[in-house]
């Protein structure tokens, strides 16, 4: 069983960084697609990041392009997001999932929580 946990949230003033981690249970990373996503009161969650092939391959929604960047360190079992010039709207728990390539199985980890203040 895949077991997952972000952390790495708090508090922040806008146009602040924060850097969030996804520590996981020891698995072929190759194997899985890492993505982070997040969930604000009242929205619907979206996808922010994902990345695969080792990190050769990596992929951002339109609002995180540029601020963002995911990477992996294998060696630790973690995915971090490093989030930069932070915005209010990017307010929201914060949620890893992995999912495996050959089967599509998804698993989530519980999320942590990211507040952007104005």
């Known amino acids: 069983e895949v077991q997952l946990q972000a952390s790495g949230g708090g508090s922040v003033q806008a146009g602040g960084s924060l850097r969030l981690s996804c520590a996981t249970s020891?698995?072929?990373?190759?194997?899985?697609?890492i993505s982070w996503f997040r969930q604000a009161p009242g929205k619907e969650r979206e996808g922010v990041s994902c990345?695969?092939?080792?990190?050769?391959?990596?992929y951002y929604a339109d609002n995180a392009k540029g601020r963002f960047t995911i990477s992996r360190d294998s060696a630790r079992n973690t995915v971090y997001l490093q989030m930069n010039s932070l915005k209010p709207e990017d307010t929201a728990v914060y949620y890893c999932?992995?999912?495996?390539?050959?089967?599509?199985?998804?698993?989530w980890g519980k999320g942590t929580l990211v507040t952007v203040s104005s």
């Open positions: 020891e698995f072929t990373f190759d194997d899985y697609v």
């Open positions: 990345i695969i092939n080792s990190g050769s391959n990596t």
């Open positions: 999932n992995a999912e495996r390539l050959n089967t599509r199985m998804n698993y």
